[in-house]
């Protein structure tokens, strides 16, 4: 049975090496994984605490409309209840937004390199994509903005981008806004938003109120340290969330993602803490990678894209660095070979780490002088 004409052109996602896997195949006891910008100081005690709380009814059928989290969010954030979706990670309302926009006649425009499921989930309902190339790590938006015409139905701003780090401003982010027709959904990806520390980014939740056809996607996955659990949401006009409300499936999230996203939003101290030990461990890996000649991209994430000399290929970094118990994303699978993006972890497996990088790196850059 064929699927729909455009899976002959696609393949399932291919996620980074998993702990386990690369543990058999080298043979090692101790594993380090810097691949899928996680966090790596785990996540709040408190929820570990309260998840035994959480199991006693895991019969009934969860909240449907989330409505605890619901509230105590659009409180936080200033929005009411009526402007949030819930997701299954913010990977499903990324998916929920093209199921809901996007068809067969529509284009979608977005960076290249950037996170891939915009561009996946759009070819899957049928939609062109139009793909901008980054300047420096950073989206030309300019570019993108030339891209969008009557048919242009979502265009996607991934900020701080995935795999560069780099941040849209806000000085960026309000040309988007200005210039880009209203029929056309601006999508902000924050997924790294905790992380982030330049006074240069934008109110991008304040900005709803001026603008009707913007999106903003935020996730409990990276900073709040809860991927295992999977969820995320995305905060709009009422208008725009209802939509989204009817196409997203009625019970997407799950009861314990639910009550766990719920503590962690209330332990400020665990989030305070995971991101001031990122911007430390970061700034060290940046004069690092700066002292060892590298080049990186400018990071407001958890994670660093170190360009590599022309002698190196990312994918021999990383086989390396496998070899060894540390497990980065090769820039290869992600549309950027001449390079490595590596989540920024705990202090002492990123002195380890450096050591690697020296130790591989340091003949080469000899040789290259030659
Ligand atoms: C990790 C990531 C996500 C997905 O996060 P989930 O909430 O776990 O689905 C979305 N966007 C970007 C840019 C990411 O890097």
Redesign the pocket.
Same mark, same amino acid.
């Given at each position: 049975m064929n699927g729909k004409e455009i899976f002959k052109h696609m393949s399932p996602y291919k996620p980074g090496k998993q702990i386990e896997e690369v543990k058999k195949e080298f043979g090692l006891e101790k594993i380090v994984k810097l691949a =899928? #910008?996680e966090n790596p100081f785990g996540y709040s005690e408190k929820v570990k605490e309260s998840i035994p709380n959480l199991i006693d009814h895991l019969e009934v059928y969860p909240d449907g409309y989330n409505t605890e989290l619901r509230n105590t969010l659009a409180h936080k954030l200033g929005v009411t209840g009526e402007q949030l979706v819930f @997701? $299954? @990670?913010? *990977?499903?309302?990324?998916d929920i937004i093209c199921r809901t926009y996007l068809e067969s006649g529509t284009n979608t425009v977005m960076a290249t390199p &950037? /996170?891939p499921?915009y561009k996946h989930n759009a070819l899957i309902q049928g939609a062109e994509t139009r793909e901008v190339p980054l300047v420096d790590g950073y989206h030309n938006l300019e570019g993108m903005l030339k891209e969008v015409d009557k048919d242009t139905r979502v265009l996607w701003l $991934?900020s701080? #981008? #995935?795999p560069t780090g780099c941040l849209v401003d806000e000085q960026g982010f309000e040309k988007i806004m200005n210039e880009c027709p209203s029929h056309v959904l601006v999508v902000v *990806?924050e !997924?790294?938003y905790e992380y982030i520390t330049t006074k240069d980014a934008p109110d991008s939740i304040k900005a709803l109120d001026k603008y009707p056809n913007l999106v903003i996607?935020r996730? /409990? =996955?990276?900073a709040y340290g809860l !991927?295992g659990l999977?969820? @995320?949401y995305g905060v709009s006009s009422k208008e725009i969330s209802t939509l989204l409300n009817i196409t997203r499936g009625p019970f997407n999230t799950t009861t314990i993602a639910q009550g766990s996203a719920l503590i962690a939003l209330k332990d400020e101290q665990f989030l305070q803490d995971s991101i001031s030990r990122n911007t430390k461990n970061k700034k060290e890996f940046i004069d690092f990678c700066n002292e060892l000649g590298l080049t990186t991209y400018d990071s407001q &994430?958890n994670f660093v894209f170190v360009k590599l000399p022309s002698n190196v290929s990312g994918d021999e970094v990383f086989e390396f660095l496998l070899s060894k118990g540390y497990i980065v994303r090769s820039g290869e699978a992600l549309g950027h070979p001449n390079g490595v993006r590596i989540t920024i972890g705990a202090q002492s497996d990123m002195t380890v780490l450096q050591q690697l990088l020296s130790s591989y790196l340091a003949p080469l850059k000899e040789e290259n002088k030659k």
């Amino acid at each position: 049975m064929n699927g729909k004409e455009i899976f002959k052109h696609m393949s399932p996602y291919k996620p980074g090496k998993q702990i386990e896997e690369v543990k058999k195949e080298f043979g090692l006891e101790k594993i380090v994984k810097l691949a =899928s #910008n996680e966090n790596p100081f785990g996540y709040s005690e408190k929820v570990k605490e309260s998840i035994p709380n959480l199991i006693d009814h895991l019969e009934v059928y969860p909240d449907g409309y989330n409505t605890e989290l619901r509230n105590t969010l659009a409180h936080k954030l200033g929005v009411t209840g009526e402007q949030l979706v819930f @997701g $299954c @990670g913010s *990977d499903e309302v990324v998916d929920i937004i093209c199921r809901t926009y996007l068809e067969s006649g529509t284009n979608t425009v977005m960076a290249t390199p &950037t /996170f891939p499921q915009y561009k996946h989930n759009a070819l899957i309902q049928g939609a062109e994509t139009r793909e901008v190339p980054l300047v420096d790590g950073y989206h030309n938006l300019e570019g993108m903005l030339k891209e969008v015409d009557k048919d242009t139905r979502v265009l996607w701003l $991934c900020s701080p #981008n #995935n795999p560069t780090g780099c941040l849209v401003d806000e000085q960026g982010f309000e040309k988007i806004m200005n210039e880009c027709p209203s029929h056309v959904l601006v999508v902000v *990806d924050e !997924a790294y938003y905790e992380y982030i520390t330049t006074k240069d980014a934008p109110d991008s939740i304040k900005a709803l109120d001026k603008y009707p056809n913007l999106v903003i996607l935020r996730t /409990f =996955s990276k900073a709040y340290g809860l !991927a295992g659990l999977r969820i @995320g949401y995305g905060v709009s006009s009422k208008e725009i969330s209802t939509l989204l409300n009817i196409t997203r499936g009625p019970f997407n999230t799950t009861t314990i993602a639910q009550g766990s996203a719920l503590i962690a939003l209330k332990d400020e101290q665990f989030l305070q803490d995971s991101i001031s030990r990122n911007t430390k461990n970061k700034k060290e890996f940046i004069d690092f990678c700066n002292e060892l000649g590298l080049t990186t991209y400018d990071s407001q &994430t958890n994670f660093v894209f170190v360009k590599l000399p022309s002698n190196v290929s990312g994918d021999e970094v990383f086989e390396f660095l496998l070899s060894k118990g540390y497990i980065v994303r090769s820039g290869e699978a992600l549309g950027h070979p001449n390079g490595v993006r590596i989540t920024i972890g705990a202090q002492s497996d990123m002195t380890v780490l450096q050591q690697l990088l020296s130790s591989y790196l340091a003949p080469l850059k000899e040789e290259n002088k030659k």
